[in-house]
């Protein structure tokens, strides 16, 4: 199993280093090339708006779409939760477009209002999971077919529609390996093992 990580901005690296003790193999995704092959894409955080400058300036915008809809799983934290959204509340910029899902930027306030809270996240067991936001946005509403997994207070922080899974917070910043196993399984239950001896080492 290969798993793309785009690697524009955000904490790219340390998402690989959470998928590599995962025992998968990864790579950094900057051009359209390196979307070969691969049987999933990782969309850290960042500042979204820059984010969609830099797909189009790379020419990545259009590649990602058309292996999102051809089944490609794909795993959007924080930032990457913005960019597969189909709505952002009160903007027009544009997104991947995959989940059916609305969500509002920078929900929990400016960097200086940035915290950890410890989440229920049945998928994950019965253990709380210790969520880092950062800038976080939030989930404003879901269509039909989307699964809500996870709430701070009232708010929707991880969901997933079918393939797609997306959370507000920030996995790769913790030792809890617990999302990035999740979303492999669901690259696993799509796509064979493959023994493949490739990518990126941490």
């Known amino acids: ?11 790219f690296r340390e998402h690989q280093c959470s998928l590599e003790k995962c025992g998968v193999s990864t790579r950094q995704v900057r051009k359209p090339s390196e979307l070969d092959d691969i049987d999933a894409l990782v969309i ?11 797909l189009n300036g790379f020419d990545l915008m259009k590649p990602i779409i058309n292996l999102a809809n051809q089944g490609m799983p794909v795993f959007g934290t924080c930032a990457g939760l913005i960019m597969l959204a189909k709505h952002i509340r009160n903007s027009r910029q ?13 929900a929990f306030g400016r960097q200086v209002d940035s915290f950890e809270t410890d989440l229920d996240i049945p998928v994950l067991g019965n253990d709380p999971y210790r969520a880092v936001f950062i ?5 404003t509403e879901v269509s039909e077919g989307v699964d809500i997994l996870a709430r ?12 797609f899974l997306v959370a507000a917070f920030h996995p790769e910043l913790t030792d809890d390996l617990r999302m990035h196993h999740y979303f492999i399984s669901l690259i696993a239950a799509k796509t064979p093992v493959s023994n493949k001896e490739r990518g990126h080492t941490c």
């Open 44 to 54: 850290p955080g960042g500042e979204s708006t820059t984010m969609g400058k830099l």
């Open 152 to 163: 701070c207070g009232e708010k929707i922080v991880c969901a997933r529609q079918e393939r």
């Open 135 to 139: 800038r976080a946005p939030y989930i």
């Open 94 to 106: 544009e997104t991947l477009a995959a989940m059916d899902i609305e969500v509002e930027r920078n």
């Open 1 to 11: 199993m290969l798993i793309g990580v785009l690697a524009l901005q955000g904490a």
